[in-house]
């Protein structure tokens, strides 16, 4: 693969995001170059999640949420507040553990989010 200008910029803008949405990652290339659309970031972040260089979560409804491949942990939402907390994948051993043990399944955990409420909105519940 060909490092281009606009796959360079793709990258450095997950580099300084974290994590981003193609809507999110256009605007942060925009404000250098504003040439690049929104297309050229799709296509570009497709062939970078096939090549292995990036990844992609769904962290709800909406876009999905691109990170730089080695940027690995579960995904923690609230589904009241949006709040995302990051947790180490080793907290999800024990469940892939049973997941290939009783059903042959291999859990990739550094590509999951789980819904559910942060602390806040636990003290906040009725």
Same mark, same amino acid.
């Given at each position: 693969?060909?490092? @281009? %200008?606009?796959?360079?910029?793709?990258?450095?803008?997950?580099?300084?995001?974290?994590?981003?949405? %193609?809507?999110?990652? =256009?605007?942060?290339?925009?404000?250098?170059?504003? @040439?690049?659309?929104?297309? @050229?970031?799709?296509?570009?972040?497709?062939?970078?999640?096939?090549?292995?260089?990036?990844?992609?979560?769904?962290?709800? *409804?909406?876009?999905?949420?691109?990170?730089?491949?080695? *940027?690995?942990?579960?995904?923690?939402? =609230?589904?009241?507040?949006?709040?995302?907390?990051?947790? %180490? =994948?080793?907290?999800?051993?024990?469940?892939?553990?049973?997941?290939?043990?009783?059903?042959?399944?291999?859990?990739?955990?550094? *590509?999951?989010?789980?819904?559910?409420? =942060?602390?806040?909105?636990?003290?906040?519940? %009725?």
């Amino acid at each position: 693969m060909r490092m @281009t %200008p606009q796959r360079q910029l793709v990258l450095d803008a997950l580099l300084d995001l974290g994590h981003a949405t %193609p809507e999110q990652i =256009c605007a942060h290339v925009q404000r250098t170059t504003p @040439t690049v659309n929104i297309t @050229t970031i799709y296509r570009t972040l497709e062939l970078l999640d096939d090549l292995g260089l990036v990844r992609h979560t769904h962290l709800g *409804h909406g876009a999905p949420t691109y990170s730089i491949e080695s *940027h690995r942990h579960v995904h923690l939402v =609230c589904h009241r507040c949006g709040r995302v907390d990051e947790v %180490p =994948c080793e907290l999800m051993a024990d469940l892939a553990g049973t997941l290939r043990e009783r059903n042959g399944f291999q859990l990739d955990a550094s *590509h999951l989010a789980l819904s559910g409420l =942060c602390r806040d909105c636990l003290k906040e519940r %009725p």
